[in-house]
């Protein structure tokens, strides 16, 4: 009688943060690597008024074969999935990997159906601060989910954690908390995903929590958990210094995509974490044009090939009745 190896699934993606239809490629490795393994594939689904969520097969997921990776046409929300082995008859399964979410980033271009506020308007808080999530979108019933950096996907209940009059919660952060957080109705209308990060002590960071538009002036700045704004910072941007001359605050008059990237900053020895600024592209008048006569301009081109057949048809009908009336008019005078 042989024994199965325990064995567990790793669950990766490409990308983590994509535009609304995009494509999206998840990649399932079990641990440790061995033959002969057939993959499911799942959608992560938070259970109502639950901490754990349930998981749907995904489409063609149920005829399995040992291909490790399943693509996602035209991803439009922020969601999260997991994977499971299988091998053997009777099969032998492993167990479910960790679930990993796909965020989705909405634009001017293509903008979200609802939008969740965050106040104070920054990623890093402290711990035990009271943050305001908001809701806004065309909906009376809202829910505000998380995905946690320790893996875990939930609804997050303001009855639980704080108070929630209207489409407002106002919370009272911990350390587990830090993660992506989104709005969803249940007519299935979804805001744009933002991350929130909570820092026990020390120093953080203040930068913006949504996406900054280009040309747009950005201002970030470092404060302690008295809310002490700090002077004779170092701010730092992805990992290479970008200013040290004793002023408050990192001002960028207009920020461009070059801008985009993770900021940091330290003050007598002491690091704020670091955080992702994303800067997203100003659709100019030239390029809506190009895409307005892009669209029409083939429209149009059909439109007029038709009237010049009907125009041509027209005139051709016309010399073949003036040519009959003409022929008429010779027999009844006898010429022919």
């Given amino acids: 009688m042989s024994s199965q190896v325990a064995a567990y699934p790793v669950l990766s993606v490409s990308p983590s943060w994509l535009s609304p239809g995009a494509s999206v490629t998840l990649s399932c490795e079990v641990k440790p690597p061995s033959a002969g393994w057939r993959f499911f594939w799942y959608k992560a689904v938070p259970k109502p008024s639950s901490s754990s969520h349930n998981y749907e097969l995904l489409p063609g997921s149920s005829n399995t074969t040992q291909q490790n990776s399943y693509i996602i046409h035209g991803q439009k929300h922020t969601a999260g999935y997991v994977c499971r082995a299988g091998r053997g008859e009777p099969e032998f399964s492993s167990d479910y990997s960790e679930p990993i979410s796909l965020h989705v980033v909405f634009s001017s271009a293509f903008p979200p159906a609802a939008s969740l506020r965050v106040n104070p308007d920054r990623v890093q808080h402290f711990r035990s601060e009271s943050v305001s999530l908001s809701c806004e979108g065309n909906s009376a019933e809202w829910r505000v989910k998380r995905f946690t950096e320790t893996h875990h996907l939930s609804d997050f209940y303001c009855s639980s954690w704080g108070t929630m009059p209207g489409s407002s919660c106002t919370i009272k952060l911990y350390w587990f908390d830090s993660g992506v957080f989104w709005c969803e109705s249940g007519s299935g209308e979804f805001s744009n995903a933002v991350n929130i990060t909570v820092q026990d002590d020390g120093i953080i960071l203040e930068s913006p929590v949504h996406p900054v538009t280009e040309g747009d002036p950005v201002t970030l700045s470092c404060r302690t958990k008295q809310q002490k704004l700090l002077s004779n910072v170092s701010f730092y941007h992805n990992n290479t ?45 030239v390029s809506s044009l190009f895409l307005v006569l892009l669209i029409v301009g083939p429209v149009i081109g059909v439109i007029l090939i038709i009237l010049l057949i009907l125009l041509w048809r027209c005139r051709q009908s016309k010399g073949e009745s003036l040519f009959l009336l003409t022929l008429d008019q010779i027999v009844e005078s006898g010429t022919l």
Wanted: with cysteine.
């Fill in 241 to 285: 210094l970008l200013q040290n001359d004793g002023r408050e605050e990192l001002k960028i008059s207009a920020v461009s995509k070059s801008d985009e990237g993770f900021y940091r900053c330290e003050h007598s020895g002491q690091e704020s974490p670091q955080s992702w600024m994303s800067v997203q592209a100003v659709s100019s008048p």
